[in-house]
């Protein structure tokens, strides 16, 4: 039986989410909260007010799509009425932030995830594959380069790769450390390198920057049988090893928005989630730049 979802906001990413969402069979959307925004394109119930969208669409669970600014309002407000919360874009400015919306998760006993959608990227699941079968994996690298003047690359990209290398490394990271270089605005950072090391031994390198002239994602990781280059954005991988180079399946198809929604659903029924990035992994990352 399907699941009844509601979107909160209606602006940014949102419109991605309900592109997914209506062709699930796995969830049906009831109903589309936004006080400001509203969409005619959209198939499902428009509300501006908070408490008809939830007498009338009766939400099972809640994907919210809102900004940095109102998230943490936005959640405290959801968590009274919904015990299964998806927080599609976990960009909050601050740990004390993060740290709120646990107690308000563990005092409402909700079941909340962070959209780190990454984890479920095509590229990724067929890398993941094939790393299960290595005997070692000795380093990882990642260069993500993208436009995105004035924003905040931490929020942005820091924090998701972070993740991204904790999930190929399968360890929590033991040590850190990270520079920032200011070449496009003079109040923020818009590169960072860091570096991290695992508690199983692996050494990471994550290049990011957000004043690129291109979109370019590369993870890169050295292992026993080889070194395999995963193009996140032409999607594409392959492995070089002794014999040359070996192009390794990737299933296109593989949406990862749609993929973390079933998992989502997992975790609505169950209660229980491996796969997905929950409260305290973003409070571990976000620690690392306290």
Do not use: W
């Amino acid at each position: 039986m399907k699941l009844k979802i509601g979107i909160v906001g209606y602006s940014g990413i949102a419109k991605k989410h309900y592109a997914i969402l209506r062709r699930s069979d796995k969830f049906e959307v009831c109903g589309v909260f936004d006080a400001s925004c509203r969409d005619d394109h959209c198939r499902a119930k428009f509300f501006d007010d908070f408490n008809s969208f939830i007498e009338e669409a009766k939400p099972q669970a809640i994907v919210l799509c809102l900004s940095s600014d109102e998230l943490v309002f936005g959640f405290f407000k959801c968590a009274k009425y919904c015990k299964n919360i998806l927080i599609a874009e976990p960009k909050f400015k601050s740990l004390s932030e993060i740290k709120e919306i646990k107690y308000a998760a563990t005092t409402n006993k909700a079941n909340v995830c962070s959209g780190m959608s990454l984890r479920f990227n095509p590229v990724i699941t067929s890398l993941k594959r094939a790393l299960a079968k290595e005997e070692e994996i000795y380093s990882i690298n990642i260069s993500h380069c993208v436009s995105m003047p004035g924003k905040n690359i931490v929020r942005e990209l820091c924090m998701f790769d972070i993740d991204l290398a904790k999930i190929l490394s399968n360890s929590e990271i033991y040590e850190f450390s990270y520079s920032e270089a200011n070449k496009t605005n003079a109040r923020s950072a818009d590169n960072v390198a860091m570096k991290l090391k695992t508690k199983n031994q692996i050494l990471i390198n994550i290049s990011n920057s957000i004043s690129s002239c291109i979109n370019r994602f590369v993870v890169e990781v050295n292992a026993k049988s080889g070194v395999y280059i995963g193009d996140l954005s032409g999607v594409r991988l392959h492995q070089l090893n002794e014999y040359g180079q070996i192009n390794l399946k990737v299933y296109q198809d593989e949406n990862e928005i749609k993929t973390q929604y079933d998992e989502f659903y997992n975790l609505c029924q169950s209660g229980e989630s491996s796969e997905l990035s929950n409260l305290d992994d973003l409070i571990k990352i976000k620690e690392l730049f306290a």
